[in-house]
């Protein structure tokens, strides 16, 4: 790995909207394409724009971005005790930058003293739920199903977090890891 090609984060901004609504389109397009088939479900670019631009600029929400040469690679999104968003590029799957993005949302929530986080993953993204699982967060028992046709069924997950892991403020720079 050369020297420029370090996984950097950084605090998300509100010019980010952009390029943030291109990762999440291209990672769904893969990810989500067996439970919502592009040809009958197009995605929703101008909407997933400005739910970016309302995230990014919303002070209770936090974005971190994860980024090689100042191309976002992922990004996770979350606020209070909820991760509402975790995308990486594709292309960089298996390479650690998920694991690096949400230990660092995981680290600052913990030292803010949030004691469980909650999310929801649909139920037929099972690399997103051994993802999850292999990070210690277990299925709650809670479902319900995705306001997006065809409605896929999701399933609540949640996270007891330990009471110190550390500083309040996340690791905002690191290296590209393995998951």
Known sequence: MQPDD??????????????LTELQRSTCLVAYGHIFPPELYPFPIEATKEHWRQTLTAHE????VAG?????????AYRSDYV??????????????GGLLHDAAVRELASGGIGRCNLWVME??????RFYEARGWVPDGR????RFPPHPRLLAYQL????DRGPATPTLT????SE
């Open 68 to 76: 090689r040469k100042n191309v976002p690679a992922g990004v996770i």
């Open 160 to 163: 007891v977090l330990p009471v």
């Open 174 to 177: 690191g290296s590209q890891g």
């Open 143 to 146: 479902t319900d199903t995705s």
């Open 124 to 129: 037929e993204n099972h690399r997103a739920r």
């Open 61 to 64: 929400e936090t974005v971190l």
């Open 84 to 97: 509402h968003s975790l995308f990486v590029a594709p292309d960089e799957w298996g390479k650690g930058i």
């Open 6 to 19: 370090k996984i950097k984060i950084r605090r998300g901004v509100a010019a980010d909207a952009e390029a």
